[in-house]
C-alpha cells in the first residue's frame, strides 16, 4: 500500500455523520487543516460524493440569518445601493 492510500486508509472522514462529530469547531478531534488535507487524499469519486452532500444541505444555519436579515430590512440599505448601481450602469458582467 502506498503513502497515499496508507494516509487515506488510516484517516477516513465519516461524513455523512459529521453532525454527530461536531465538538469545539473540530469534527472527531480532527483540525481544519488536516480535513483538508485528507479531502485532498480524496479519490475523484469520493472528492464528488463529499461536494454532492455538502451541496446537499438545506437552509443552514447561514441560510437562515440570510432569511432573518432579509425578513427584518437589514438588508435593505445594501440593496438599494445595488439596484442604484446596476441603474447606473457601474456593474459588468461577470466572465
Known amino acids: ?12 472522514l465519516d461524513y455523512r455523520n459529521l453532525e454527530e462529530q461536531l465538538s469545539d469547531g473540530k469534527i472527531a478531534n480532527v483540525s ?33 440569518q440570510m ?3 432579509i425578513g427584518s430590512g437589514k438588508l ?3 440593496l438599494h445601493e445595488v439596484e442604484e448601481d446596476i441603474r447606473s450602469g457601474r456593474t459588468r458582467e461577470m466572465p
Open 67 to 69: 432569511k432573518r436579515d
Open 76 to 78: 435593505d440599505d445594501v
Open 32 to 64: 481544519l487543516p488536516e480535513i483538508k488535507t485528507a479531502i485532498e487524499q480524496l479519490s475523484f469519486e469520493e472528492r464528488a460524493e463529499l461536494a454532492a452532500w455538502l451541496h446537499g444541505w438545506n437552509d443552514d444555519e447561514w441560510d437562515e
Open 1 to 12: 500500500m502506498g503513502v497515499r492510500a496508507s494516509y487515506r486508509h488510516s484517516f477516513r
